[in-house]
């Protein structure tokens, strides 16, 4: 380090000693570690992959079952936060669905669900025959928040 480098860097430690202390204040937050996230599929979007020759399956360990109000695809949840001051949530997902038709193969996966705010959203990547989708991360289903469940445990 020359003369010049040594000054410069000696008066920006110096600066630094005598910038006043700030305190920084966070709100409360939850840290999600388990749970799951279940998308019921709407019958008129399964009605034209069947009319289409698509067939869905899950990508484990997803889990795709049919239930009275149609078909549900289930996501482990793997973590998340949830800021209990501004109710800004992201939670990460394992799993997620392939769509198949012949020799072509879909697979959307490494979902996120996001809520800012605003509309609630599900949020991945979509892989067709092995190459990632140019545009990246794809909002995927709107969700509905109003069944879910937080614990009342929090970590600041």
């Given at each position: ?7 410069i ?7 630094i ?15 999600i ?10 019958p008129?979007f399964v009605?034209?992959?069947?009319t ?13 079952s049919?239930k ?28 997620g ?48 928040l ?11």
């Amino acid at each position: 380090m020359n003369l010049i480098q040594s000054t410069i860097a000696g008066l920006a430690l110096a600066g630094i000693a005598f910038l006043p202390a700030t305190q920084a204040f966070a709100a409360p937050t939850k840290t999600i570690r388990d749970g799951a996230t279940s998308v019921n599929l709407a019958p008129g979007f399964v009605g034209a992959l069947t009319t289409l020759g698509v067939a869905p399956d899950a990508i484990a360990p997803g889990k795709l079952s049919a239930k009275k109000r149609g078909v549900i695809a289930s996501f482990p949840i793997t973590t998340g936060v949830v800021d209990l001051g501004t109710v800004k949530t992201e939670v990460g997902h394992a799993g997620g669905l392939s769509l198949t038709a012949g020799n072509t193969r879909g697979e959307l996966s490494a979902f996120i669900s996001d809520w800012d705010g605003g509309r609630p959203v599900l949020t991945g990547l979509a892989v067709v025959n092995d190459s990632l989708v140019d545009g990246g991360r794809i909002p995927l289903f709107d969700l509905d928040l109003r069944g879910a469940r937080i614990q009342s445990e929090m970590t600041t």
